[in-house]
């Protein structure tokens, strides 16, 4: 069974970096996309950016410009570079996977979550 585990989240202020890391455990990964979600208490999950084996790479037009999704299959590690940063980015940020639909956003697509971590962005 896959565990997924986020690391990297903490408090910044507006204008800064933080880079956001999941590392995937306990079966492979070759068959499988990964992707960002994001969730502020009392509204839904939404997707953030996803990436596929090939390395394409989708954003919600909130963060285009700003975050860079990447992965190192050899770990395998995925990774969100998250620059310039605004209060409304702060959120708990999720890491998951799909086998079928790569390169979507659609929380409903994915069937493997971690347990994610807290991004929180001060003005």
């Known amino acids: 069974q896959v565990q997924l585990v986020e690391s990297g989240g903490g408090s910044v202020q507006t204008g800064g970096s933080l880079r956001l890391s999941c590392v995937a455990s306990g079966s492979s990964n070759s068959r499988y996309c990964m992707g960002w979600f994001r969730q502020v208490p009392g509204k839904e999950r939404e997707g953030v950016a996803a990436i596929t084996s090939g390395g394409y790479t989708v954003y919600v037009d909130s963060v285009k410009g700003r975050f860079t999704i990447s992965q190192d299959n050899a770990k395998p590690t995925l990774y969100l570079q998250m620059n310039s940063l605004k209060p409304d980015d702060t959120a708990m940020y999720y890491c998951?996977?799909?086998?079928?639909?790569?390169?979507?956003?659609?929380?409903?697509?994915?069937?493997?979550w971690g347990q994610g971590t807290q991004v929180t962005v001060s003005s």
């Open positions: 998951a996977r799909t086998r079928y639909f790569c390169g979507s956003l659609r929380v409903e697509r994915y069937n493997d």
